[in-house]
Nanobody, 122 residues
């Protein structure tokens, strides 16, 4: 059974840090681009960051540039999102995804996790 499972979400105060992780089972992530998306209540799911299958290229939304860093460990079949200088507007459910399409688009990903809640208090 193919699964992506996110972990590491939680409650943090503004200015704090969190690292969320996405572990895959039933699939080898090394041939996929990996992305993180987020969805806040009442809003559409939006792109946060992505990393190419080799790890050689990374992509970030303007809203998180300089604060969030995506990385991957193919040996552990895991992708990470390090989030620093968190703001209340970063509050959302964070989803990881694996795909072989356009990294900025939801449609570029074929596999999705269930999400992990990140809440940033003011």
């Amino acid at each position: 059974q193919v699964q992506l499972v996110e972990s590491g979400g939680g409650l943090v105060q503004a200015g704090g840090s969190l690292r969320v992780a996405c572990v895959a089972s039933g699939v080898t992530l090394s041939s996929y681009n990996m992305g993180w998306f987020r969805q806040a209540p009442g809003k559409e799911r939006e792109f946060v960051a992505a990393i190419s299958w080799s790890g050689g290229s990374t992509y970030s939304a303007d809203s998180v540039k300089g604060r969030f860093t995506i990385s991957r460990d193919n040996a552990k079949n895991t992708v990470y999102l390090q989030m620093n200088s968190l703001k209340p507007e970063d509050t959302a459910v964070y989803y990881c995804a694996a795909g072989r399409g356009f990294v900025y688009s939801i449609s570029g990903y074929q596999l999705w996790g269930q999400g992990t809640q990140v809440t940033v208090g003011s």
